[in-house]
């Protein structure tokens, strides 16, 4: 089984509302000197079998079209297993 | 400047409709054998200067009842820079 962690974030240029929303609150609610809070997306997803070079390019793929806007997402593919 | 990072990701037992229906896309569009895919929410936090014993503590706190919810949700805290 393997297993790989897709996390996508806003690019730094594009406005975070949710990040925002949640600045404001940890400073209200009494975490002193936060200066930047980013909102991003964490896939943990499972295979069956070990991640051939045909895979992971088919995973990368998907990652930047289905996973990802990356007109206004970066991505990062990390593989946390390969077995 | 200090940097953390909370992941929080959806209890193993709780159903995630987002990540079933990532599962399903990704073998639709030709990625074989995926067998789970889990979606949550990452947290990137930026804060001035070094994380003292009491601001880490009150940030697990906010991490706990602000960014996710323990009912349905496990979440971690990754200090990745510390100065």
């Known amino acids: 089984m393997s297993r790989v962690v897709v996390e996508v974030m806003l690019k730094p ?3 975070d509302p949710q ?3 949640v600045e404001g ?3 209200r609610l009494g975490l002193v ?3 930047s809070v980013r909102q991003g997306k964490r896939f943990e997803i499972e ?3 070990p991640l051939d070079a045909s895979r992971r ?3 990368n793929e998907l ?3 289905l996973l990802a806007n990356p007109v206004i997402e970066n ?3 990390h593989v946390v297993e390969d077995a």
């Open 75 to 77: 991505f990062t593919v």
């Open 25 to 27: 609150a940890l400073d």
């Open 63 to 65: 990652a930047e079209t």
């Open 33 to 35: 000197g936060v200066t």
């Open 19 to 21: 990040g925002r929303a």
């Open 47 to 49: 295979l069956a079998g």
């Open 13 to 15: 240029e594009i406005l």
């Open 57 to 59: 390019e088919r995973l």
